[in-house]
C-alpha cells in the first residue's frame, strides 16, 4: 500500500488550499484515514481524520470550521480542505491511514511521504 500527498504550495495568509491523499495498492483496506503535520521544531499533530465508513469526523480545536476532510471511497482518496490559512499553519502535512480503527489516537499503518504547506506573504 502507498499512501501519494499532494496539493501542498505557499499561499498567502487567509488563502486556501486542497491537500489530496491517494491510496494505491491491490489490498488497500482502511477504517480511517488522517491527516498529521509537522511544524519547524514541534512534534507532528493529527489535523483530522475521518472514518471510512459513515464519514465520521475529528478535527483539532484550532482547524476547526476552517479545515474540512472528506474522502471517496471508491477512489480510495481523502482530501484537506483549508481555509483560512494562517502562518501558524505552515508545516509538512502527512496523510496516513489505520486499519485498526480511526481517529487521532489510533495506530497509522500507512504513511504518505508529506506535503509541504507554507503560509506567508
Known amino acids: 500500500v502507498q499512501l501519494q500527498a499532494s496539493g501542498g504550495g505557499l499561499v498567502q495568509p487567509g488563502g486556501s488550499l486542497r491537500l489530496s491523499c491517494a491510496a494505491s495498492g491491490r489490498t488497500f483496506s482502511a477504517d480511517g484515514m488522517s491527516w498529521f503535520r509537522q511544524a519547524p521544531g514541534k512534534e507532528r499533530e493529527p489535523v483530522a481524520a475521518?472514518?471510512?465508513?459513515?464519514?465520521?469526523?475529528y478535527y483539532v480545536g484550532s482547524v476547526k470550521g476552517r479545515f474540512t476532510i472528506s474522502r471517496d471511497n471508491t477512489k480510495n482518496t481523502v482530501s484537506l480542505q483549508m481555509n483560512s490559512l494562517s502562518a501558524e499553519d505552515t508545516a509538512v502535512y502527512y496523510c496516513?491511514?489505520?486499519?485498526?480503527?480511526?481517529?487521532?489516537?489510533?495506530?497509522?499503518?500507512?504513511w504518505g511521504q508529506g506535503t509541504q504547506v507554507t503560509v506567508s506573504s
Open positions: 475521518i472514518s471510512w465508513i459513515g464519514g465520521f469526523t
Open positions: 496516513a491511514a489505520s486499519t485498526k480503527g480511526w481517529g487521532p489516537r489510533v495506530l497509522h499503518d500507512y
